[in-house]
């Protein structure tokens, strides 16, 4: 089960941290992205990160502003969202694969939590 927690509102230019919170697996051998989707569109991805947390990948529209980051010992995962722009406004979603390790660019995103939701006003 993955839980996201930390969404509100804010302005542009602020910044803002999301959780992940993992329960039911052994969250320290799965990798994790951060995914983002706005009404009426398709689900787009930000970021995700390497089961050991060693390495990372970045949507270029986030690149340089967001950083993800886990911890394996408390089965979290943070995405840290510095200079927020309007266009950052979504329903954050967390995701983990069906299978453990792999490679960060295998995708297959299977397990998906609820959603939390950024809000950046003008």
């Known amino acids: 089960q993955l839980v996201e927690s930390g969404g509100g509102t804010v302005q542009a230019g602020d910044s803002l941290r999301v959780s992940c919170r993992a329960s039911?697996?052994?969250?320290?051998?799965?990798?994790l992205a951060w995914f983002r989707q706005v009404s009426g569109q398709e689900r787009e991805f930000v970021a995700a990160?390497?089961?050991?947390?060693?390495?990372?990948l970045y949507a270029d529209s986030v690149k340089g502003r967001f950083t993800i980051s886990r911890d394996n010992v408390r089965s979290t995962a943070d995405l840290q969202m510095n200079s927020l722009k309007p266009e950052d406004t979504a329903v954050y979603y967390c995701?983990?694969?069906?299978?453990?390790?792999?490679?960060?660019?295998?995708?297959?995103?299977?397990?998906w939590g609820h959603g939390t939701q950024v809000t950046v006003s003008s």
């Open positions: 990160i390497s089961w050991k947390g060693g390495a990372t």
């Open positions: 039911g697996r052994n969250f320290s051998i799965y990798r």
């Open positions: 995701a983990t694969p069906p299978y453990p390790y792999g490679i960060l660019r295998d995708g297959n995103w299977h397990f």
